[in-house]
């Protein structure tokens, strides 16, 4: 069975642009969360989609918005890029329910320069 | 508050040398905590999940336990390539995955 897959793998992007982000779960897998991962801060929760909703978002500003598509695949936007954006960006995908195991994929590197 | 605190932030041992490290919580209704292995520039990978105290769980050299306050991770005669940050992640009651910082551990041949 595949793993989690994002794309693009590393970007760099110039303060004030906007960048987007793609997860596809693993098949069968219907909710996809998102996470920020950074040396200082560790792993924070951005947000989470379960059948094209929202079920869960984390404490982060309106730039990042996310949404996912009827066949379960994810994307995350940010808009008007600043330099702490500069992280690694984690999707996870679990089957369904909140308690389910999450499965990482391996993560996009974002640099914001 | 929910709270997750994992410790040491980082470990070395020899290659061979037993130890366990520690994620304690103190959270409002523990629903299940995961262990995860993240190596340099790489998703979490999954190891453990454990649901109630008293559970246990193998894995090659890894053991993980669960005790109504904290959870630990031991490692039998580790070998360098389980040299990894380890991250601890508990779901509490309202269904918020919270997150520890990770021990990093290095394991010297």
């Known amino acids: 069975k595949a793993g989690v897959t994002q794309t693009p793998r590393y970007l760099i992007k110039t303060r004030g642009q906007q960048v987007t982000l793609s997860c596809s779960p693993i098949s069968g897998h219907r909710s996809v969360s998102w996470y920020q991962q950074t040396p200082g801060q560790g792993l924070q929760f951005l947000f989470e989609y379960f059948s094209e909703t929202q079920r869960n978002k984390g404490n982060f500003p309106g730039r990042f918005s996310g949404r996912q598509f009827s066949n379960s695949r994810s994307e995350m936007n940010v808009s008007t890029l600043e330099l702490g954006d500069s992280a690694l960006y984690l999707c996870a995908s679990s089957r369904q329910e909140s308690t389910d195991t999450q499965y990482f994929g391996p993560g996009t590197r974002l640099t914001v320069l | 508050e929910d709270q997750v605190t994992q410790s040491p932030e980082a470990l070395r041992l020899q290659e061979g040398e037993s130890s366990s490290l520690n994620c304690s919580y103190t959270v409002s209704g523990l629903r299940g905590l995961f262990w995860y292995r993240q190596d340099p520039g790489k998703g979490p990978e999954f190891l453990f999940t454990?649901?109630?105290?008293?559970e246990e769980k193998e894995k090659e050299r890894l053991k993980a336990t669960l005790t109504k306050k904290e959870s630990f991770l031991h490692i039998t005669a580790p070998k360098p390539e389980d040299s990894a940050t380890y991250l601890c992640?508990?779901?509490?009651?309202?269904?918020?995955?919270?997150w520890g910082a990770g021990t990093k551990l290095i394991i010297k041949p």
């Open positions: 454990l649901y109630s105290a008293g």
């Open positions: 992640a508990v779901l509490d009651s309202n269904y918020q995955l919270i």
